[in-house]
């Protein structure tokens, strides 16, 4: 980036509702909402028309893994060994500028709860049946059903995949392979049998729909990345069973290692077509479907978060100096820095591109009053990114328009 650009603009707002490292941030799809979760296991849901807090409460007796918005619940993750899924406290329409809820004032009834392995501080990754995964199965019938993956709960190196809310495990360890296949005695003192180490990151794709013609289409796959700074694509083979046992059916498509050290963070593309993964080293993996990978190295290494935008052309990666860079997804050109925090950065989510209520999850927004936002003020929001660092503060950044033919033509921030 040219040096005669000029320098980053502060934050456009500060979230001062934590008081301990900030290690989970979610926007909602319809990007009314900001999610920010802590070590202290507080869990503060901020409206981005006020940006002021709707509601406040201590979800886990220790830190959050992540938390996410489906529908009309709230799921959380801890590191007490809970998942939580919660009901979404109502609240009144605000208009921007208007009076806001008083922090705390308003805390979500519980729903039901899953015990879940936590040690290796890999978050949940929620796959809803809005995205057509379910569509053809028995669980189809559950009106708001979802798969969620976690850690397996007896090895760490291995996946499982359970069902909401019937809270039924269908898929157990993944990752796990043939029956008879011999294994490799962990050496971590933590009786790991894969030499690929704890599972660090995982996301849950879709099946491409009832039109798919090839298995690929039609299976369920996972991205996991791992502790020895490998990532690998697991697709489920059996696609007439609903239901696995010891890794049966599931096939590694492709598995990379790009990273030195373990992998940190991974993020995938809204169209699912990349995957980017960060770690401690000073590089970025790029992960094509079709098993292509590529690294990319950066000036500054130690990297704990990394965030895609809808579009897909541009990502955050957020650093141990407490610095958020953006880059090209395409080039892996840097496009500048952005400096607030005085810790870590550890969790970064962008505001969504074009909210709707199918990007929410199934959610409605008929608590939301639409009437009182023009278009312009929903474009503008739509831009924003949310960092979340170990200084316990969340800060709001007002980007530029990342489908502009140039996105480096306007100076959004410093380039360092």
């Known amino acids: 980036m040219s040096s005669s650009l000029a320098s980053a603009p502060p934050p456009l707002h500060i979230i001062r509702s934590h008081h301990s490292p900030i290690n989970a941030l979610f926007v909602s799809g319809d990007n009314e909402r900001i999610y920010s979760g802590d070590l202290s296991g507080l869990v503060v849901i901020t409206s981005t028309r006020t940006l002021r807090s709707l509601a406040s409460w201590r979800a886990h007796t220790t830190g959050l893994l992540g938390v996410e918005e489906w529908g009309r619940h709230v799921i959380t993750h801890g590191r007490d060994n809970k998942l939580h899924v919660w009901n979404r406290p ?21 729903g039901y709860s899953l015990d879940v392995n936590a040690l290796n501080f890999c978050r949940f990754s929620l796959l809803p049946t809005d995205d ?11 009106r708001g059903a979802a798969l969620v993956a976690l850690p397996n709960l007896v090895d760490s190196s291995l996946a499982d995949i359970w069902t909401l809310p019937s809270l039924e495990r269908i898929h157990a360890a993944i990752g796990k392979g043939r029956l008879d296949a011999p294994t490799i005695p962990g050496s971590d003192g933590r009786g790991v049998k894969n030499p690929t180490g704890i599972i660090m990151s995982m996301h849950l794709l879709p099946a491409r729909g009832s039109n798919a013609t090839t298995v690929a289409d039609r299976a369920l796959s996972l991205i996991a990345s791992y502790e020895n700074g490998s990532v690998k694509l697991w697709r489920y083979r059996e696609v007439d069973r609903e239901r696995s046992i010891e890794g049966v059916g599931w096939q590694c498509v492709w598995s990379l290692k790009l990273h030195v050290e373990s992998v940190m963070a991974t993020a995938i593309a809204l169209d699912r077509s990349i995957a980017l993964s960060v770690s401690a080293d000073h590089l970025v993996g790029r992960y094509d479907m079709n098993s292509s990978g590529t690294v990319y190295r950066t000036k500054h290494p130690g990297n704990n978060a990394v965030s895609l935008h809808d579009g897909g052309r541009v990502c955050a990666i957020g650093g141990w100096d407490g610095r958020v860079r953006l880059f090209s997804t395409k080039s892996f050109k840097p496009l500048g820095t952005l400096i607030y925090h005085k810790g870590a950065v550890q ?42 660092g170990k200084d316990g503060r969340v800060a709001v950044w007002a980007l530029m328009d990342f489908n502009a033919r140039n996105v480096t033509s306007t100076a959004t921030a410093t380039d360092e």
Do not use: I
């Not at 609240?91 to 705390?104: D, E, F, K, Q």
């Not at 057509?132 to 559950?142: A, E, F, N, P, W």
């Not at 962008?350 to 608590?367: K, L, N």
């Open 90 to 110: 109502s609240h009144p329409p605000s208009n921007v500028g208007g009076s806001a809820t008083v922090p705390g004032s308003l805390e979500p009834e519980l």
């Open 132 to 142: 057509g995964v379910l569509r053809h199965s028995s669980y189809s019938q559950t």
């Open 347 to 388: 969790t970064l989510a962008f505001a969504h591109a074009c909210p709707s209520p199918t990007r929410c999850h199934g959610q409605t927004d008929d608590d939301d009053d639409d009437d009182e936002m023009s278009a312009e003020e929903k474009v503008r929001r739509s831009r924003w990114l949310v960092s979340g």
